[in-house]
């Protein structure tokens, strides 16, 4: 028998759900989206190609997508080959607590972009608002370096969307569905890439 908090939680589901698949309905019919995912893959694999590696970053569950995407490089995404070079900023600890403690939460990023980064790299900065003082950071260093820039973020895409040289923008202004689109987008953009790289046709 259900109880009436029961059903107040399954219309819950399904309202996040609906709502989910609403968006996703939208980057489904939107070709500018499925181009930019497709133009992102192919820079990554220019960079990965011409002995590059690829930078993420970003915070809170933003810091948690850069390491997960990481992760699909260095490890595997659905291909078994050999390892890819990326690395998520936030990851080391003391690293960042030193740069925060020293200069400043919104250079945690920037600093190590200046000291781990060189042209023929790409920065990938998660952000749902589009303006995280320490992402901006890290764009304005990586261009100063030659580094191609490329921004998750949200709806309008914030002061990101002027300042990186691609910027993938998602049709909701809700932080979880945002993070949501980040994470499909990342995983398709590794998959991209993964295809180009070592499927010989596509050689």
Excluded: W
């Amino acid at each position: 028998m259900k109880t009436l908090e029961n059903t107040k939680l399954q219309e819950l589901v399904r309202a996040r759900i609906q709502r989910d698949i609403e968006i996703k309905k939208i980057l489904l019919a939107d070709e500018s989206f499925h181009d930019q995912v497709a133009h992102v893959a192919t820079q990554i694999v220019k960079s990965l190609r011409a002995g590059g590696k690829i930078l993420f970053f970003g915070n809170g569950g933003s810091a948690a997508d850069a390491q997960h995407l990481a992760a699909e490089f260095t490890g595997r995404y659905l291909k078994e080959r050999r390892a890819l070079p990326a690395l998520a900023l936030h990851t080391n600890t003391s690293s960042l607590t030193a740069i925060g403690n020293d200069y400043g939460f919104e250079f945690i990023f920037a600093r190590q972009l200046e000291a781990l980064g060189k042209e023929g790299d790409l920065a990938v900065g998660i952000s749902t608002s589009g303006n995280s003082p320490n992402v901006l950071r890290a764009l304005e260093a990586a261009k100063s370096k030659n580094i191609y820039t490329v921004v998750l973020a949200g709806k309008t895409g914030g002061k990101m969307k002027s300042l990186a040289d691609c910027t993938i923008c998602f049709p909701t202004d809700e932080t979880p569905r945002i993070q949501e689109c980040h994470i499909l987008t990342g995983h398709l953009i590794c998959e991209f890439a993964e295809e180009m790289m070592f499927d010989p046709q596509q050689s």
